[in-house]
């Protein structure tokens, strides 16, 4: 069993940066893809970025790339989004992943979530 804890959602101006944070608890190997998806009203759940756990590649959305950027922690199991530039189309509830094995686009190949963060843009 993982779990997963979210922290680091707030309000912020647009142009603004803020940092969120995912610890996982219990992940028994370094085999993982840990991902970050959100969720505007109204709207489906919507993949940002990711990052392999052996590898450490990172995947980004393309309305994200080149804004925000990812990171792990292998020694704190924790993974990190730094969300810089942000617009007020970045405003949804953010939510952590975990799956065993590479990384996936889709929200359905994910095993574990966090409850979710807001992160609120305002221009």
């Known amino acids: 069993q993982v779990q997963l804890d979210e922290s680091g959602g707030g309000s912020v101006q647009a142009g603004g940066s803020l940092r969120l944070s995912c610890a996982a608890s219990?992940?028994?190997?370094?085999?993982?893809?840990m991902g970050w998806f959100r969720q505007a009203p109204g709207k489906e759940r919507e993949f940002v970025s990711a990052?392999?756990?052996?590898?450490?590649?990172?995947f980004y959305a393309d309305s994200v790339k080149g804004r925000f950027a990812i990171a792990r922690d292998s020694a704190k199991n924790t993974v990190y989004l730094q969300m810089n530039s942000l617009k007020s189309e970045d405003t949804a509830v953010y939510y952590c992943?975990?799956?065993?094995?590479?990384?996936?686009?889709?929200?359905?190949?994910?095993?574990?979530w966090g409850q979710g963060t807001q992160v609120t843009v305002s221009s």
């Open positions: 992943a975990f799956r065993f094995g590479l990384y996936s686009r889709a929200a359905h190949d994910y095993n574990y």
């Open positions: 219990g992940p028994p190997s370094s085999n993982y893809g």
């Open positions: 990052i392999n756990g052996r590898s450490g590649n990172t």
